[in-house]
């Protein structure tokens, strides 16, 4: 029998989807370029992308991706990245160094960990975590220092600086050492900065402001979401976030929350149903959570019978029952016992994020 022959050159239907939308994109020169669900599993099927640097936007949600390369980070201009659903298992740090990403959308993947310096992004306002299988171990050390120094510049997680301040004036800066450098401000009271693990620099200033020289925070991001991920515990840093409006974190592992949570005074959503939470801190009482504009979701946890009791009628009597003396000296009482947390009850084994991207 004769049979047609088996041609041997693949087919490039996936690369002429992709090429064909970037070609019409870069011919009349739009900025936004929307590649989700085009059964793209690498960045090979996009050629001339890194080359489009006028991108401000970039969706590629829905595919098959499984590595984000570097060169990503040569679009400059973009503000947008949307990855969500798809196999990517890990981050090239390089993505926070883009200068303008405000916006970066990664949920629904398979990241187990994040990279050195993620925490490094100069503008970013929302990050999108969520549905991966990040836990406390795995952030960077920066990862809850968003933030940018008053120069526009941002503190560097290579070089691992320190600042330490005592007192308010300062005279002198002096940097010494090849691989140490350290800064010494004198006036009417000491103020020491130390910034360690940097070359040496030859400087030598006199009577410059002191945050200037040391970084000033100013927070960026507006709302995190890390639902859906393996957090028994969230990091007291992330009370730094000062302008965080929104923290997802529904769906962990979660058996407490850190009181610096109480810090995020623009905080207006709360969402952390679905953990392993027995009790609240009092500082939440502080926050705005029941107001119009506000929400505070808080089911399917194991609260103590007191909380348990006002949720059934309404998380308003809640939040104005941690704001009483009587639930501060509940509080400090029951944390002071430590009991054991609830036992794990969410089977996440099978989890899509579980699953290799090698085995999809």
């Not at 041997?8 to 590649?35: G, R, W, Y």
């Not at 994040?114 to 836990?135: H, K, M, S």
């Not at 769906?251 to 027995?278: M, S």
């Amino acid at each position: 029998m004769n049979q047609a022959p088996v041609s041997c050159i693949p087919t490039n239907t996936k690369m002429s989807k992709s090429k064909k939308v970037i070609d019409e994109a870069k011919e009349i020169q739009n900025p936004e370029l929307d590649l989700a669900d085009k059964g793209v599993s690498s960045f090979e099927e996009m050629p001339g992308l890194f080359n489009m640097s006028n991108i401000t936007r970039l969706t590629l949600s829905h595919n098959k991706i499984q590595v984000v390369p570097p060169g990503l980070a040569n679009l400059v201009n973009l503000e947008i990245l949307n990855l969500f659903n798809n196999l990517v298992e890990e981050l090239p740090t390089s993505l926070s160094s883009m200068p303008k990403l405000r916006i970066l959308n990664v949920g629904m993947n398979r990241l187990g960990s994040l990279p050195r310096g993620f925490g490094a992004f100069p503008v970013l306002e929302v990050l999108d975590l969520t549905y991966n299988n990040i836990d406390e171990t795995m952030l960077p050390g920066n990862f809850f220092m968003m933030v940018m120094n008053v120069d526009g510049t941002r503190p560097d997680e290579d070089y691992k600086e320190k600042c330490i301040f005592e007192g308010e004036t300062e005279e002198r800066c002096i940097f010494e050492g090849e691989t140490e450098e350290r800064c010494i401000f004198e006036g009417e009271t000491q103020e020491r900065c130390i910034f360690e693990g940097r070359p040496r620099r030859d400087v030598y200033l006199r009577e410059r402001p002191r945050r200037d020289i040391c970084s000033l925070s100013v927070e960026t991001l507006r709302a995190l979401y890390l639902g859906d991920n393996d957090f028994e515990y969230i990091p007291p840093e992330i009370g730094q976030l000062k302008n965080l409006q929104i923290l997802v974190l529904r769906e962990n592992d979660l058996v407490e929350l850190p009181k610096e949570v109480g810090e995020l005074a623009r905080l207006r959503e709360l969402h952390i149903q679905g953990n392993r939470l027995t009790l609240l801190p009092p500082e939440i009482g502080n926050l705005d959570l029941v107001s119009n504009k506000s929400v505070l979701k808080m089911e399917n946890n194991f609260w103590v019978t007191p909380i348990t009791d006002q949720l059934q009628v309404g998380v308003s009597h809640v939040v104005d029952f941690i704001r009483t003396e009587t639930y501060r000296i509940l509080y400090s009482r029951l944390m002071s016992t430590k009991s054991p947390p609830p036992e794990k009850y969410l089977d996440k084994s099978k989890k899509l994020s579980r699953i290799s991207a090698r085995q999809s």
